[in-house]
């Protein structure tokens, strides 16, 4: 409850609501500000579908309106600890019309729930943290199967996984580690899910967090895979916001420090990068136990016109989805943190991801280090990606994985382990869909002509500070 010390973290896992039941929403949630947007009226006591449960209330049911506003949760009131690391509620999975919700403390409308508490918060303190940070902050929420999910918790910076029943919440088989599965620290960043049985994952691997990690285990007769550990060329300082299967590869998506623009300083950049479901890992004198299809292309959301503004800061990728007949993936941008802010949602075709894998590798050359394309006849043949023999879908089609069993020569050879990221990057058709900056005011500040170059709806100041 607000205002009381925590002991330690609730794993919450509680169903929705029966059907036709009406629950009202948690009292001791107050929300800390609304999105409005264009569309529908919310007015409170209708049922809607939602994240309430099935046949639960919706707080703002829709009616036919110009505006909405949307209540966004940011944690208890009153409650310190949550104010300052904003993680009171973890993780949150709907699953087979039943909520699940990783939580400290529990809310009240839980019909089940049980204790995940870590037992090492001691040492844990020994190694320099907070108390407030020695925890067992839920960060992996998955389902496994039809039966079971995966629940992975920091505890207490020593990571550990478990395996829940999804009808009893009765623990099944033994922990095991956490380690390149769930981060150490609850605010570094995190994605996982089930593919083919396996579990890819994206975090760092270990407590200094210097160890970037995209990670394939839980794998039954396969061998775990993983990145290439400390290469700035695989993975530099990522932030992951999405992990999605697509055909016979899986994408990862996130942000990371461009080591092509080191010059410029610490620039960020968006990425996606893909691997291969049946990728078997490399031999013991080339990428053992490494990933052997692991390639990446930058994203591009900009605003084109004579001064091109660039929105580089990946924030957050949908599922895949039909925009124009053709199946494609949303993503929210921001601006870089010593940009103006701004964000803006672009849309990228999967058609129009896979010809960027198709392209050139990328390489330094030259004094000033300019990357640019290295030559096909560099280039053992045949190489990585491999040319696209299929359409594209959610699954593979029975016998066919779209990738080869063996590593190709580009990959024996040495060259594709050195040059992961392509050269062509990945641009959004057009503008972005939606866009907003803003600026500080002061009585000598005029509007930025960036911001005017960007055609940003709603470009202005909102407030002192901005928003």
Known sequence: MPGLPLPFLLLLLGPGPPRGAAQPFPRDLVARSTVGLAGERRVPGTRVPGPWGAGGVSP???????????????????????????LDFQRMLRLNGTLFVAARPPPRLAQQHLTWETRDRANC????????????????????????????????????CRT?????????????????????????????LFVDGSLYSATVADFQASDA???????????????????????????????????????????????????????????????????????????ERRWTSFLKVRLQCAVPGDTVFSFDVLEAVTPPRALHGRPAVLALFGTQPNSIPGSAVCAFYLADMERAFEGPFAEPRGAAGTWTPVPEDRVPQPRYPPPRTQALGPLPPPGCSGCPMVPPPAVTGGLAPQHPAMSRSLVTPGAP???????????????????????????????????
Not at 164 to 191: H, M, N, T, W
Not at 236 to 254: A, D, I, K, N, R
Not at 441 to 467: L, Q, Y
Request: hydrophobic share 35%; aromatic share 10%.
């Open 60 to 86: 703002h049911p829709p009616v036919p309106a110009a505006t909405a506003a949307y209540p966004r949760f940011g944690g208890l009131r009153g409650d310190n600890a949550t104010a300052q690391l904003g």
């Open 125 to 160: 303190a020994m190694r320099g943290r907070l108390q407030d940070e020695c925890h067992n902050y839920i960060r992996v929420l998955v389902p496994r199967d039809a039966g079971t999910l995966l629940a992975c918790g920091t505890n207490a910076f020593s990571p550990l």
């Open 164 to 192: 829940y029943q999804v009808s009893s919440l009765a623990q099944e088989g033994e922990e095991v580690s956490g380690q390149a599965r769930c981060p150490f620290d609850a605010k570094q960043s995190i994605v996982a």
């Open 433 to 467: 869909a939606l866009r907003r900056c803003c600026w500080r005011r002061s009585a000598s500040m005029t509007p930025h002509g960036e911001c005017r170059a960007m055609g940003a709806w709603g470009c202005g100041c909102w407030g002192a500070h901005g928003h």
């Open 213 to 287: 990690v995209i990670y394939r285990s839980l794998s039954p007769g396969r061998p775990p895979l993983r990145t290439l550990k400390y290469s700035s060329r695989w993975l530099q300082e990522p932030h992951f916001v999405q992990v999605l299967p697509y055909g016979p590869y899986v994408y990862f998506f996130f942000r990371e420090v461009s080591v092509e623009l080191s010059a410029m300083g610490k620039v960020l950049v968006a990425r996606v990068a893909r691997v291969c479901r049946n990728d078997r890992g490399g031999s013991p004198r080339v990428l």
